[in-house]
């Protein structure tokens, strides 16, 4: 068992649907992180959490310590939000981040 | 500027060449990270640089020799690599080292080892 896994590992939608990744992990963390990749390779840090929840434009990110699960939401959908999202944690003891298999998500237009 | 540059974005390779694969960051961040990532897989983690002194070496191969000459340089020089090294390699950065403070990637060099 991974110690952080993702759901769906594949996820379509249409263009302007609200849609809901999610990622649990097994293993005290002290941060959890939301990263986008796009075809071609180039990551993006999105978010970083250690608790509650936060907002940039379109996308949303929570975290539930005590369930050790965090999702993401983009409102709105749009084709070019179609790219890999990586949940990765840093946890309490060990110096290294975790990563999750990864989403993929496909917008259509 | 919150831009970490790579180069070269693709490379090929024969098994007995030597070669390097270089990153940049000008953030005045004082940790650089190298990742390998296969296709449809999560990054993996092989160095972390902290105040140009390596603090983690992920139990890579010694034909992976990485070089910090500065605090904004990160290299990777390969030698003698396997067919199965072929990957993306992603260069990142962050502002101290610690795991917990958000990271900044490079856009990768594809590497192809015949």
């Known amino acids: 068992k991974n110690e952080v896994e993702q759901s769906p590992q594949n996820l379509t939608a249409q263009e302007g649907e609200f849609i809901t990744i999610n990622c649990s992990y097994s293993v005290g963390i002290s941060a959890l992180h939301w990263l986008q990749q796009h075809p071609g390779g180039g990551i993006v840090s999105l978010f970083m959490l250690s608790s509650g929840k936060k907002k940039h434009g379109r996308l949303i990110a929570t975290i539930n310590i005590q369930e050790k699960h965090s999702s993401l939401h983009i409102t709105a959908s749009h084709p070019r939000d179609s790219a890999v999202y990586i949940c990765?944690?840093?946890?309490?003891?060990?110096?290294?981040?975790?990563f999750g298999e990864g989403t993929q998500l496909t917008v259509n237009p | 500027d919150t831009e970490v540059t790579q180069t070269p974005k693709h490379l090929v390779m024969g098994m007995t060449n030597k070669k390097s694969l270089k990153c940049e960051q000008h953030?005045?961040?004082?940790?650089m990270y190298w990742y390998k990532q296969k296709a449809k897989k999560p990054p993996e983690l092989m160095f972390v640089y902290s105040y140009e002194k390596l603090s983690i070496n992920e139990s890579v191969p010694s034909r992976f020799s990485p070089e910090c000459p500065n605090s904004s340089l990160l290299n990777l020089h390969l030698h003698a690599l396997q067919p199965e090294d072929s990957a993306l390699y992603l260069c990142?950065?962050?502002?101290?080292?610690?795991?917990?403070?958000?990271?900044?990637f490079g856009p990768g060099t594809r590497l192809l080892v015949l």
């Open positions: 990765a944690v840093k946890e309490t003891s060990g110096s290294r981040l975790t």
């Open positions: 953030m005045g961040h004082r940790a």
């Open positions: 990142a950065s962050s502002q101290f080292g610690l795991l917990a403070e958000t990271q900044y």
